[in-house]
C-alpha cells in the first residue's frame, strides 16, 4: 500500500521535526531552562504540527480531487461515436474503469508487463484475452475506444500519484524547516500548539455538520437524477408499487403512496402498543413504584431498549407471526394469509417502544414540581386524581414530545418490518395484511447487483429524502416542545 | 354565606367512617393503580417471552448431532482400498462393515446400504482416506472418527423434521430414519457440542448444518475497530470544544442542532450516506469492514458526544478555577484535569455506543454485507480491514432471509453470541461506571 | 392588628379544635421532633416560629397527614381533631386534607384557568352538583380570598399568570373552597413582597372567622400581627406555647427570649 506508506512518511518527517526543534532550543537555552517561554515539548510540537498537518490536508484533498480531474479528462477523450452503441458516457466511464482495474490486476499478476500495459498499438483482441486468462473480469469484448481510454485513465492517474507524493513530502520538509527555524527560546510555541490543537477540535466538531451534509447532498443528487428519469408527480401521487426487475424495462410502476401507507399503519399499531403501556408504566414508576421495585422494573424495561433490532425482526418473523397466524389464519378466524402483517411488524416494533417512551414521560413527569403534585395533596386530592388532572396536563406536552420521537423512530425502524412486515405494496384497511414500508423497499432496491443508474434504484434515493425530511421534521418539532416544556419549569 | 357554605359542607361526618364518595374515589385509585401495575407486567412479559424464545430457539444451534464410532485400519485394508480403481467407494465400504458389526455388537439389526450412508454423513470414504493419508503412523491404531450428520438427521434430532413431514428426496428418505433410530440407540449418534458453529464460516445456501458465525464475528470486530478508533477521538475532541470552548454563536449553535438531529436520524439514512459517499463517490470496496466501520462511526458520534458532553459538564468549575489559579492554560486545564476526571464517564458512554453499533444491521445491509460473503477468515490486518466480510447482525439477517428452515436456528444461535457480547460490553460499563463514579 | 373584644370573645368560647399528644416524627434515623403536645383553638390564628430546621414545618405538615407522601417519614403519638385521631387506620388521608386545607411556601397554582384552579377541589369532592352551583362556589371562594375583584374578567386566563401576591391568594381561595374547618399555612408570605404581604396577612385575619388557621412563619414581625397564639420550636422540641402577646413580652423560657431577641436562629 503505497499510500500507508506515504502516510508513515510523513509521520516520520514530523517526528524527526519534533526531535530537531526540541533539542534546537534546549541546545539555545544553554543551561537554564527558565529563559524558554514555553516547555521544550511545547517546541517539538509546533515543528511537528506544522509539517505534519498541512501536508496531510494536501493528501486528502488531492485524494478527493483527482479522480474528478481524471474523469474529465478520459470523458473528454472519448469519442462521441464511441458512445452509441452502449447508453450513456456515465457506463461507457465505469467500463473503462473496470478494463484499467483489469490491466492493473494483470500487471501485478505478471500476465504481462506495464510496457505491454502501456503499449497504445496493443491488439484489442489479445488484450481481452490475457486480462481474462488474468482473472480479471472483463464482461465482453474491449472496444478500441474503451482500452486506449483505459490506458489513458492508467497514465494519468500514475502520473497524478506520483505528483502527489513528491508534492506532499515537499510541504511536509518544507513545514518542518519552517517549525523548526522559527524555534527560539522567546518564541511563543505554547500558544502557537494550542491555536492547532483548538482548530483540531474545532475540525472534530464540525464532522457533525459534514454528515448532515453528506446526508443531503448524496440524497439530494441522487433524487434530482431519479427525477429526470421518472416524473417526480407519478412518484409522490402514484398508487402502485411494481418495479421491473430486469433492470431496464421502463415499465416500473413507483409510487411512494402504498409504502407510505404501510409505514403509517405500522407505526400506529406500534404507538397503539407502546404508548398505554409505555406510559402507564412510566407513570407507576414515577408516581407509586417502592425504590426497589423501581430499581428492578427500570433497568428491566430499559433492557428492551438495547436489544437491537435484528433481534426484533426475528423475533416477528419466526415468533409472533406464526403465533398470530395460528390464532387469526385460516384455521383461526381466517384474517391472516402468511406470518409476515402489519400486525406482526407493528407489535414487535411496539414491544421495542415501550422503554423507549417509558423512560421520556419518566423523565417528564419527573420534571413537574413536587409543589405541584402537594397542592393538589393538600386539597385531599387521591394520588391517580392528582396525576390525572395535574401532573399528566401540566406534562402533556412534554408527553406528545416523547410520542412523536417514538414515532420517528417507528417510522425510520427497519429491520423489524423488512423481516416482519412482507414484501408487498398495498392500499389495504386489513391489518393482517402484508404490507411494505420505505425504509423496507430502500433495503430490497439497493441491495443485490442492480445498477446503480437505473431508476429502480435510484427511487431508493428519493425514498431515503422522504423518510428524511420526514423524520427531521417531526424530530425537530418533538425538540421544540420538549425544550419548551423544560424551560416552563426550570 | 357563611351559613351557606357550613350547609354545604360535604364531610360533617366523623373522620373514621368513609363516605360513599370517597370509597368510589378510593376505587377508582386502586385501579389507576392496577394499570400502572399491569402496564409494567406487560412490559415484563415481553421481556420474557423475547428470552424465553431466543434461548429455546438458539441454543440447539450449539449442538450438533454427530455419529461418533471407533474405527482401525489394518496395513492390508490401507493398501487394498488405495489399489482399487474406486477408492473412496473401498474406504466407505469399510466403515459400513465397521458400523454394521458395531449394531450387531449392541444387538440391532438394520439393513441399510451405501447411499443412505452418504445421505446421512455425506461423502464418509473421502473423509476416511484423507485422514489416514494425512496420518500413516495411525494406521493399525483404533481411531475415533466424528462424523456430523446432515442437517436434516440433525433436523430430526431437534425436532424439525419428522416422519410425518418429511418428503423422499436425495437429501433424506423416510426409511433412512429407522438406521438413524437404530444408531441412537445404540449410542452411536451422539448430540455433540457445535464447535463449527463458532468458529466456522458462512455455508453455502443448502447446507444449514455448515454454517458458522466466527468469520462474521471477526468482520464485527474489524468494524469496531474502526468505529472505536475513530469516534473515541473525534468525539472526544468534539465535545470538548463545545463544552469547554465553543463561543456562544451561529456556528456553536448550528452543530450543536446537528448533532442533536443525527442522534434521530434513521440509521438506514446513514446506510444511504455510506453507499453514496464512500462506495460511489470514494470507491471505496463493498462490503468491507472498514466501510462498515465509516458508517457506523458517524452513526455513532453523537451518541458519544452525548455522553462525553455530560461527563465534562460534571466535573465542577472549580477545579478548572483551580487549574487556571496556578497559571495553567485553558488547554492544559482541559487535558491536564478536567479530561482525566471525566474519563470513567466517557469511556461507559463509549463502550454503550459502541455496544449500540454492535447491533446495528440496516446501514451494512446497504453496503453490501449481505448475502454469502463470510466465506473465509481474512488472511491478515489490512485484508482484515477491506477484504469483503460480514458482520455479525448482517450474518443473522442473511441466514433469516435464507429459505431452509435449518438456517433459522442458526440465526437464532447467532443472536445469542451477539447478546452474550452485548451483555458483556454492557456489564463492562456499568462495573466501571460503580468503579469509579465519583459524586461532586 | 386585632382587638381586645376578639380577645374576650375567643376566651370565652375556647373550643380546642385539635389536640396533638406526644408527637414524635422520624425521617429514616433522624428524630426530626421530640415529644410535642399542642392544643390548636378553633377561629384562632396560631403561629408556629423557631429557627430554620427546628420542625415547625415538619409537625404542620403531620396536621394533615402530608408526610404520608414521604416514604421514609414515621410520626408516632397522638393527633385528635375534634377527638378523632387523624392517624388511625381507618381515616382515610384524602378525607381528612380536604378538613383540613394546606397552603404552602411557594405560590403553587395548577398550569390550568383561574376557574379551574379554584373548580379543582369542589369537583374532586363532588360538591357541586351543577355548573351554576359550581361557579358559586367559586365565586366565593374567590371572594374570600380577597382577589375576586381583580380577577372575576379574567377567570379562564391561566394562574400561572399572576404576579406573586396574586397567586399566593389564589392558592388561598383555592384551599377555602373545599370548605375546610383547618387552614394550615407553611410560610405562605416568605415568597411574596412587602405589600402582597399585607393584603396576605389581612386575608388570615378575616378567615379566623371561620377557621382554625395555623401559620408557620420566619418573621416575628409576622406572628406577632397575625396570630393570637404562639409556639416555639427550638431543635425539634415545643419550647414554649402560649398568648401571642405573652410570648412576645414576656417569655418564659430563656431560648424563647434569646430567639425574639435576635440572639439564636
Known amino acids: ?490 | 354565606m357563611t351559613n351557606a357554605s357550613m350547609d354545604s359542607a360535604p364531610m360533617k361526618g366523623s373522620l373514621t367512617t368513609v363516605d360513599a364518595r370517597t370509597k368510589k374515589r378510593n376505587a377508582a385509585e386502586k385501579r389507576f393503580r392496577l394499570y400502572g401495575i399491569v402496564a409494567i407486567l406487560i412490559g415484563l412479559f415481553f421481556l420474557v417471552v423475547l428470552a424465553v424464545s431466543i434461548l429455546r430457539s438458539g441454543i440447539p444451534a450449539f449442538t450438533q448431532a454427530e455419529v461418533r464410532l471407533e474405527f482401525t485400519m489394518t496395513q492390508e485394508q490401507f493398501d487394498d482400498a488405495e489399489s482399487q480403481l474406486l477408492k473412496t467407494k473401498a474406504y466407505q465400504d469399510l466403515f459400513i462393515a465397521a458400523l454394521q458389526s458395531e449394531l450387531e455388537a449392541k444387538g440391532l439389526d438394520v439393513e441399510f446400504d451405501g447411499e443412505a450412508i452418504e445421505r446421512l454423513l455425506g461423502k464418509t470414504g473421502s473423509t476416511i482416506r484423507e485422514y489416514f493419508k494425512e496420518n500413516p503412523d495411525q494406521i493399525g491404531t483404533p481411531v475415533t472418527f466424528n462424523l456430523a450428520a446432515s442437517s436434516r438427521v440433525d433436523g430430526y434430532f431437534k425436532g424439525r423434521v419428522s416422519r410425518d413431514t418429511l418428503v423422499d428426496s436425495r437429501f433424506l428418505e423416510v426409511s433412512d430414519l429407522d438406521l438413524v433410530d437404530a444408531l441412537a440407540d445404540a449410542g452411536i449418534i451422539v448430540q455433540a457440542f457445535n464447535w463449527n458453529f463458532i468458529t466456522g464460516s458462512d455455508s453455502g445456501v443448502d447446507n444449514p448444518g455448515g454454517a458458522g458465525i466466527g468469520v462474521s464475528v471477526i468482520g464485527s470486530f474489524f468494524m469496531m475497530l474502526v468505529v472505536l478508533a475513530l469516534s473515541l477521538p473525534i468525539g472526544v475532541a468534539a465535545s470538548i470544544y463545545l463544552e469547554e470552548f465553543a463561543p456562544q454563536n451561529w456556528f456553536t449553535d448550528l452543530i450543536e442542532v446537528n448533532i442533536s438531529n443525527l442522534a434521530a436520524v434513521p440509521s438506514i439514512v446513514f446506510g444511504i450516506l455510506g453507499l453514496a459517499v464512500f462506495i460511489q463517490f470514494m470507491h471505496l470496496p463493498q462490503s468491507a469492514p472498514l466501510v462498515g466501520g465509516l458508517v457506523l462511526t458517524l452513526m455513532t458520534l453523537p451518541t458519544i458526544i452525548i455522553s462525553t458532553r455530560a461527563s465534562l459538564k460534571a466535573v465542577p468549575p472549580s477545579i478548572r478555577e483551580a487549574a487556571l489559579g496556578v497559571g495553567a492554560s485553558k488547554m492544559q486545564t482541559v487535558f491536564h484535569h478536567v479530561l482525566p476526571l471525566a474519563a470513567p464517564g466517557i469511556l461507559t458512554g463509549t463502550i454503550i455506543g459502541l455496544a449500540q453499533a454492535l447491533g446495528e444491521t440496516a446501514p451494512l445491509l446497504l453496503i453490501g454485507m449481505v448475502g454469502f460473503i463470510a466465506r473465509a477468515y481474512p488472511e491478515g490486518v489490512v485484508s482484515g480491514f477491506i477484504d469483503p466480510n460480514s458482520a455479525m447482525p448482517a450474518q443473522i439477517y442473511t441466514w433469516a432471509a435464507r429459505a431452509d428452515a435449518g438456517f433459522y436456528e442458526k440465526a437464532w444461535g447467532g443472536i445469542i453470541i451477539l447478546l452474550i457480547f452485548l451483555l458483556t460490553m454492557n456489564l463492562i460499563a456499568i462495573i466501571l461506571r460503580r468503579r469509579f463514579e465519583r459524586r461532586w | 392588628m386585632y382587638d381586645t373584644s376578639h380577645h374576650r370573645q375567643e376566651t370565652a368560647v375556647t373550643d380546642v379544635k385539635i389536640k396533638a399528644k406526644d408527637v414524635q416524627v422520624y425521617y429514616g434515623d433522624n428524630h426530626a421532633i421530640k415529644d410535642v403536645s399542642v392544643e390548636i383553638e378553633n377561629n384562632t390564628v396560631t403561629a408556629f416560629i423557631g429557627p430554620s430546621g427546628c420542625g415547625k414545618s415538619t409537625f404542620l405538615r403531620c396536621l394533615n397527614r402530608m408526610n404520608d407522601t414521604i416514604d421514609i417519614c414515621r410520626v408516632e403519638g397522638d393527633i385528635l381533631i375534634d377527638g378523632n385521631d387523624i392517624y388511625d387506620k381507618r381515616v382515610d388521608p384524602v378525607q381528612l386534607r380536604a378538613k383540613v386545607g394546606m397552603v404552602f411556601q411557594k405560590p403553587n397554582p395548577f398550569p390550568k384557568s383561574i376557574y379551574d384552579n379554584i373548580a379543582y377541589g369542589p369537583r374532586i369532592h363532588g360538591m357541586a352538583r351543577n355548573k351554576a352551583e359550581l361557579d358559586e362556589i367559586v365565586e366565593r371562594a374567590l371572594r374570600r380570598g380577597a382577589i375576586w375583584d381583580e380577577v372575576k374578567d379574567r377567570l379562564n386566563a391561566p394562574g400561572t399568570g399572576l404576579s406573586g401576591g396574586q397567586q399566593q391568594r389564589l392558592c388561598i381561595a383555592r384551599a377555602v373552597a373545599t370548605e375546610p374547618e383547618v387552614l394550615l399555612m407553611d410560610e405562605p408570605c416568605s415568597a411574596l413582597d412587602p405589600i402582597a404581604t399585607a393584603q396576605v396577612e389581612e386575608l388570615i385575619d378575616e378567615l379566623r372567622q371561620n377557621y382554625a388557621v395555623v401559620i408557620v412563619t420566619h418573621s416575628m414581625q409576622q406572628a406577632a400581627r397575625v396570630s393570637q397564639k404562639t409556639a416555639f420550636f427550638h431543635l425539634g422540641n415545643l419550647v414554649e406555647y402560649d398568648d401571642t402577646s405573652k410570648i412576645f413580652t414576656n417569655p418564659e423560657d430563656s431560648r424563647t427570649e434569646s430567639y425574639i431577641t435576635g440572639r439564636i436562629g
Open chain 1, 1 to 490: 500500500m503505497p499510500l500507508l506508506w506515504l502516510f508513515l512518511l510523513v509521520l516520520a518527517i514530523a517526528l524527526a521535526a519534533f526531535v530537531l526543534a526540541r533539542s534546537r532550543v534546549l541546545a539555545m537555552s544553554g543551561q537554564d531552562r527558565r529563559t524558554l517561554h514555553s516547555l521544550p515539548n511545547y517546541y517539538g510540537s509546533n515543528a511537528a504540527m506544522k509539517s505534519a498537518i498541512p501536508a496531510l490536508l494536501v493528501l486528502v484533498v488531492w485524494l478527493i480531487a483527482q479522480p474528478f480531474y481524471v474523469n474529465s479528462v478520459v470523458s473528454d477523450a472519448i469519442p462521441d461515436s464511441a458512445i452509441a452503441d452502449t447508453s450513456s458516457r456515465s457506463l461507457l466511464l465505469a467500463e473503462v474503469r473496470r478494463a484499467a482495474d483489469g490491466i492493473d490486476l494483470a500487471v501485478s499478476a505478471g500476465a504481462m508487463t506495464e510496457a505491454e500495459a502501456r503499449d497504445p498499438d496493443a491488439d484489442v483482441e489479445t488484450m481481452t484475452a490475457t486480462l481474462t486468462e488474468a482473472g480479471a473480469i472483463v464482461t465482453s469484448q474491449i472496444t478500441q475506444s474503451v482500452l486506449s481510454a483505459a490506458q489513458q485513465f492508467r497514465v494519468l492517474n500514475d502520473t497524478g500519484y506520483r505528483i502527489m507524493t513528491i508534492a506532499v513530502l515537499l510541504i511536509a520538509a518544507a513545514g518542518a524547516f519552517w517549525g523548526i527555524k522559527e524555534t527560539r527560546p522567546d518564541f511563543r510555541a505554547r500558544n502557537v500548539v494550542e491555536q492547532g490543537i483548538r482548530v483540531l477540535l474545532i475540525a472534530a466538531a464540525s464532522i457533525a455538520i459534514l454528515t448532515t451534509l453528506g446526508i443531503v447532498l448524496s440524497l439530494v443528487f441522487n433524487t434530482v437524477e431519479f427525477f429526470r428519469l421518472y416524473p417526480a408527480s407519478d412518484f409522490f401521487f402514484g398508487t402502485n408499487w411494481a418495479p421491473s426487475f430486469s433492470g431496464r424495462g421502463g415499465a416500473s410502476d413507483l409510487g411512494i403512496l402504498p409504502l407510505l401507507w404501510g409505514t403509517f399503519y405500522i407505526s400506529i399499531v406500534a404507538l397503539v402498543v407502546a404508548v398505554p403501556v409505555g406510559l402507564f408504566s412510566a407513570i407507576y414508576l414515577s408516581e407509586y413504584a417502592s425504590p426497589k421495585v423501581r430499581a428492578f422494573a427500570k433497568p428491566m424495561l430499559e433492557v428492551l431498549a438495547g436489544i437491537p433490532t435484528i433481534v426484533y425482526g426475528l423475533f416477528a418473523l419466526l415468533t409472533v407471526g406464526p403465533l398470530l397466524v395460528s390464532v387469526f389464519g385460516d384455521e383461526g378466524l381466517g384474517w391472516m394469509q402468511a406470518g409476515t402483517a402489519v400486525m406482526t411488524a407493528g407489535l414487535v416494533m411496539g414491544i421495542m417502544l415501550i422503554p423507549f417512551v417509558s423512560s421520556l414521560s419518566d423523565d417528564i413527569i419527573n420534571a413537574v414540581p413536587q409543589a405541584m403534585r402537594d397542592g393538589s395533596y393538600g386539597l385531599g386530592a387521591t394520588q391517580s386524581e392528582t396525576i390525572r388532572q395535574v401532573v399528566l396536563p401540566a406534562a402533556l406536552p412534554g408527553i406528545v414530545g416523547a410520542i412523536l420521537l417514538a414515532a420517528s423512530r417507528a417510522i425510520g425502524e427497519t429491520m423489524i418490518v423488512v423481516l416482519g412486515a412482507g414484501a408487498a405494496a398495498r392500499l389495504s384497511l386489513n391489518p393482517f395484511d402484508a404490507m411494505t414500508t420505505v425504509t423496507a423497499k430502500i433495503v430490497s432496491q439497493l441491495t443485490g447487483d442492480s445498477d446503480f443508474a437505473s431508476p429502480e434504484a435510484l427511487v431508493a434515493f428519493a425514498l431515503g429524502m422522504t423518510l428524511f425530511v420526514i423524520t427531521l421534521g417531526l424530530n425537530v418539532f418533538a425538540l421544540y416542545i420538549v425544550r419548551k416544556y423544560r424551560e416552563q419549569y426550570e
